[in-house]
């Protein structure tokens, strides 16, 4: 079949010249100029206050929130993380990663032997979302396996009964509520592959969680309502 040209279907030789133009300067511009990389160094609220370092890969390297002092090593898809409070021993807990960088397993040994532990592995499916954890303890030998399950990209139950409800037009990133558990409870490392922020969590009582953003779309702060008590985060980020 042959393709007539007629006035009404083509561009001046002068416009696509000028269309041309526009595309190779603005690919060289976002190639000149990428994007800032934006990371959270600081979180705070209600007397907790998390100061956050990271390395030149861009991995945490150091927290601090009051006395307690968390340092990071890496090696390969291993993470080891030391605790101390007040300079003296707290902690240490140990991380393997997935090649997507989520945790597969992690154990924590509270003293500096490593015989009083707690060890959990984490299960995902193809997605990368988390389905299962079984967790070892040294002063017990019966292994505990708990479950989670999933709807529309999200992760909806978790042990103990809680529940979750999300934002459909809000991406999960950093700033939202499974960052900040994900900070508090696992330093950091990644477990909930979830593609919402949580707009709401429950167990006895409902949580809601709202969020503040800046003109890029960064979450600046995040509100928790629990009845007639309400806590607010703040982030402060540097940009690269």
Known sequence: MKTILTKSNTLPVGILLLCLILTTACSKKNKDNPEPICRIVMAGGE???FHISYNQEGKISKVTVGSTTRTYEYSGNTAVVH???GGAFFSQTTYTLNNNGFV???RIEFNEAGTDWINTVFLYNENTQLIKITVTESSDDLPATYTYTWENGNMITAPGGR????YTDKPQQPGDYNYFDELFEHDGMKINNSKNAVKSTKIDATVSITYTEDQDGKITSLTTQRGTSIETMNYEYQCD
């Not at 529940?163 to 999300?166: A, H, L, N, S, V």
């Open 47 to 49: 007397g907790l206050l």
């Open 104 to 106: 597969t397993n992690k």
């Open 163 to 166: 529940t979750y409800e999300y």
């Open 83 to 85: 605790t101390t409070v």
